[in-house]
């Protein structure tokens, strides 16, 4: 079985991954759960980015507008699922007593929220000269 679906069968049976491995330190768990609510308000901040985005800038063409609202709904819906997958990867590997991951995630997803500001930056700009 791939660490990717015996991670995914993880997402929804977390108790499983206490089977493997020792019990981490207290701390280093809870840092790691500290971490995982840090990426959920990230995809929730970015869900409501879009939505605003969407309902709230009427006078913006459809294509833009729905463009930018696309992009932060998908990278908020990424940033939830990479955030319960980043939780179990970072949980066994302390369990297991392995370095942690590393994921270029975070690039991928600065990269998006850079896009979208200078099309929002460019939006205003204009709109402002207009």
């Known amino acids: 079985m791939s660490d990717f679906v015996r991670n995914l069968r993880l997402w929804f049976a977390p108790?499983?991954?206490?089977?493997?491995?020792?019990?981490?330190?207290?701390?280093?768990?809870?840092?790691?759960?500290?971490?995982?609510?840090?990426?959920?308000?990230?995809?929730?901040?970015?869900?409501?980015?879009?939505?605003?985005?969407?309902?709230?800038?009427?006078?913006?063409?459809?294509?833009?507008?729905?463009?930018?609202a696309v992009a932060l709904l998908a990278a908020g819906a990424l940033c939830a699922l990479r955030a319960v997958s980043h939780w179990i990867r970072c949980e066994r590997a302390m369990r297991r007593k392995e370095d942690l991951p590393v994921s270029g995630f975070p690039t991928l997803l600065s990269l998006a929220v850079a896009l979208v500001a200078v099309a929002m930056l460019v939006i205003v700009v204009l709109g402002r000269a207009g």
């Open 15 to 68: 108790r499983r991954v206490a089977e493997e491995g020792d019990t981490p330190d207290y701390r280093f768990s809870l840092a790691n759960e500290r971490t995982f609510l840090a990426w959920i308000r990230t995809a929730l901040a970015l869900v409501g980015g879009g939505f605003a985005v969407d309902q709230f800038l009427p006078d913006l063409r459809w294509g833009v507008r729905v463009g930018l």
